[in-house]
């Protein structure tokens, strides 16, 4: 072929191949994935995990790593067990927390006095908060993660002390607090020993992600506090003071929680409720819950609750 007669085809060819690039350009954002249906995913997750607790006795408990050893699931004892009211003692030891500057910020307080244990004080839970944040924020995590925030972000739920077992050596502390911050509600859960945070764990709000649930919600990542080690059944270290966290929704006025034979009152703080109390001998029932409304009619009772764990693994 002659040069005038590539001249002559150029042009055509030209054309074509930026025909052809311009359809591939529109194919390209015309076939796209559709976006994943999230919500849905989140609620098969819940249901899944929550029947999985129930069916094998296990509550989901998920720290961080720390010195001691990764933390285990607390386990069921023989026999039966009592336990005392769930009211503060003040003759408990308690936990040393570290001095926060004068520039940190602080979390906001519990909405009543009884959702702080053993003598310790709305400015010890707040300084062991602040040191569970700092020690999150000195870790690794996945890119683009913000982390868990800052103290003033928070409120304290609950502080009370901390009974070391064979897979957590040492007594301590723990706190509970919550972040209401969009778009989820997220509760966090921290052991500290001498002003060292030892684990953290956060844990999200699951109510209203299956149609059959209750009107009361304990979230079995809280298992710990009302449990010892696995590695302890039948040994536990005792007395053992022991913790409830959950959630209620607005028709529920009030909450007992029962434990080895002994039951109180709950606190109610917007949306949550706390419980405490100290075991003597072991239990192999969990916790036993009853919510009732502004007519004093029981709403919720645990024992049917088929997604709560009524006996400890």
């Given amino acids: 072929m002659s040069d005038e007669e590539q001249r002559q085809d150029a042009p055509g060819e030209q054309g074509f191949e930026e025909r052809l690039r311009e359809l591939l350009a529109e194919d390209a954002y015309t076939i796209r994935p559709s976006p994943a249906?999230?919500?849905?995913?989140?609620?098969?997750?819940?249901?899944?995990?929550?029947?999985?607790?129930?069916a094998a006795g296990a509550a989901l408990v998920t720290l961080a790593a720390m010195p001691?050893?990764?933390?285990?699931?607390g386990g069921g004892g023989n026999g039966g067990g009592t336990a005392t009211d769930?009211?503060?003692?003040?003759?408990?030891?308690?936990?040393p927390s570290p001095t926060p500057s004068a520039t940190e910020s602080r979390p906001e307080r519990p909405g009543t006095a009884?959702?702080?244990?053993?003598?310790?004080?709305?400015?010890?839970?707040?300084?062991?908060?602040?040191?569970?944040l700092a020690y999150d924020a000195g870790g690794v995590r996945p890119s683009g993660d913000p982390g868990r925030g800052t103290a003033d972000e928070y409120r304290i739920l609950l502080a009370m002390r901390s009974t070391g077992d064979s897979n957590a050596v040492g007594d301590g502390m723990f706190v509970v607090a919550v972040r209401e911050k969009d778009p989820e509600r997220i509760s966090l859960m921290c052991r500290v020993i001498d002003g060292e945070t030892q684990g953290i764990?956060?844990?999200?709000?699951?109510t209203g992600l299956i149609e059959d649930e209750g009107p009361v919600y304990v979230n079995p990542n809280a298992g710990k506090l009302y449990q010892q080690s696995i590695i302890d059944r039948g040994n536990w270290k005792l007395p053992f003071r022991w913790g409830v966290v959950g959630i209620v929704k607005p028709s529920v006025a009030e909450v007992t929680v029962s434990y080895g034979g002994s039951s109180g009152e709950a606190a109610l703080d917007d949306g949550f409720?706390?419980?405490?109390?100290?075991?003597?001998?072991?239990?192999?029932?969990?916790?036993?819950?009853?919510?009732?409304?502004?007519?004093?009619?029981?709403?919720?009772d645990s024992d049917g609750d088929k997604y709560y764990q009524r006996t400890l693994p």
């Fill in 37 to 54: 249906p999230y919500p849905a995913i989140r609620r098969q997750g819940v249901v899944e995990r929550r029947r999985r607790v129930a």
């Fill in 68 to 73: 001691v050893g990764a933390y285990a699931l």
């Fill in 86 to 95: 769930p009211r503060p003692s003040a003759s408990a030891t308690r936990a």
């Fill in 114 to 132: 009884r959702q702080l244990f053993d003598g310790i004080t709305f400015e010890q839970a707040a300084d062991g908060l602040e040191n569970c």
């Fill in 201 to 206: 764990s956060g844990f999200g709000d699951d």
């Fill in 273 to 300: 409720f706390v419980a405490s109390g100290e075991l003597n001998r072991q239990v192999t029932e969990a916790p036993h819950i009853k919510g009732y409304d502004a007519d004093g009619k029981l709403v919720y």
